[in-house]
C-alpha cells in the first residue's frame, strides 16, 4: 500500500502485528500505557500523535467495513486468536405503517416542542386542553472534543 507520508501500512505487517494472546483487554490498555508513555516523557507533542491516532482509527474503521463487505463468513470462524461469527439480521416492525402508532407518535413530538417552549418561556404556558405545561428538568450531555480532519 502506498502511502504519502511516512507511515505505510503493509497488509504483511498488519497479518503479523499481534500475537494470538493479544487480547481485547490488551489492545485497550495498550493504548492507555501509549498515552501515558507520551505524556509522562514529553517529548513529542500530544496532539501531534492524537492527529495521526484519529486518521489511523478512520484507515481501521474503513478496512473492517470493506473486509465485512467482502468475506463471506457463514459459521463460526477464528483467526489469530480473534472469533469472527455469522448473525443473522434482526427483525424490525414497520410501526409507521400503523395509523394509530403514527398519530401517538407525532402528539409525542408535539408535546415534547411544548415542553421546549415552556422551559425557554418566562411565561407560563398552556396546552390545547387549557392544562400548564410544566417547565420539567433537564440533563446535559458530557463536554467532548470532536476531531475533524
Not at 15 to 20: C, D, I, P, V
Not at 37 to 66: C, H, M, Y
Not at 84 to 92: I, P, R, W
Not at 113 to 133: C, M, P, Q, R
Amino acid at each position: 500500500m502506498v502511502q504519502n507520508n511516512s507511515l505505510a501500512l503493509r497488509a504483511e505487517d498488519l497479518a503479523l502485528m499481534y500475537k494470538e494472546d493479544f487480547t481485547k483487554k490488551k489492545a485497550i490498555q495498550t493504548g492507555v500505557d501509549l498515552v501515558n508513555q507520551i505524556f509522562e516523557n514529553g517529548e513529542i507533542e500530544p496532539l501531534k500523535v492524537w492527529a495521526n491516532i484519529a486518521r489511523l482509527k478512520e484507515v481501521a474503521t474503513s478496512a473492517d467495513k470493506a473486509f465485512r463487505d467482502r468475506i463471506v463468513i457463514n459459521t463460526k470462524d477464528s483467526s489469530n486468536g480473534v472469533e469472527f461469527a455469522y448473525k443473522n439480521g434482526s427483525k424490525k416492525l414497520l410501526y409507521s405503517e400503523d395509523p394509530i402508532y403514527v398519530e401517538i407518535a407525532e402528539k409525542l413530538k408535539s408535546r415534547a416542542d411544548l415542553l421546549k417552549v415552556a422551559e425557554s418561556s418566562k411565561d407560563v404556558i398552556f396546552d390545547s386542553d387549557g392544562i400548564e405545561v410544566p417547565k420539567v428538568g433537564c440533563t446535559y450531555d458530557k463536554s467532548s472534543v470532536t476531531v475533524t480532519f
